[in-house]
């Protein structure tokens, strides 16, 4: 969908962790490490409807990486460290103004922390949900 483009585009232009972002899948998330995905998450989304016809909604997603992990506390604290400069670096952005370029985007957020989601021969999966809001015109 256009709203993955905008979001793919701006981890890679925005967001300065993102050097190693060439790969940004969608939907999929290949077997190599590091590779980095955008998987949308349904939910309803309008959050707001606005007397004019238009409203304030929301489009939740899933960023997730796979990472080279080999059972050590270090490398799982290490992966965890992205996540956590990832994470200050959104709300940076945010408060910046410095945004996907969406109609009407109002914010992004993260709206966990990165976490595990399971490993496989080397390599793990993590996951961080995240949330733009924007508003729709009537």
């Keep these: 969908s256009n709203m993955i483009e905008k979001i793919r585009d701006y981890f890679k232009n925005k967001v300065t962790l993102a050097e190693e972002f060439d790969n940004i899948l969608v939907d ?4 190599d490490a590091t590779s980095y995905s955008i998987e949308p998450i349904p ?3 309008k959050l707001k409807p606005y007397t004019d016809g238009g409203s304030l909604n929301q489009y939740v997603f899933q960023f997730g990486s796979r990472e080279f992990y080999d059972n050590s506390v270090a490398q799982n604290i290490n992966n965890l460290g992205f996540y956590e400069k990832f994470q200050n670096e959104i709300e ?3 408060k910046n103004g410095v945004l996907p370029d969406i109609a009407g985007i109002q914010s992004i957020e993260c709206t966990s922390h990165g976490t595990l989601d399971g ?5 793990a999966k993590y996951v961080i949900q995240m949330k733009i809001t924007y508003i729709k015109e009537a």
């Design 28 to 31: 999929f998330l290949g077997e």
């Design 92 to 94: 940076t952005n945010n």
């Design 43 to 45: 939910v309803e989304p």
């Design 119 to 123: 490993t496989e021969s080397g390599t």
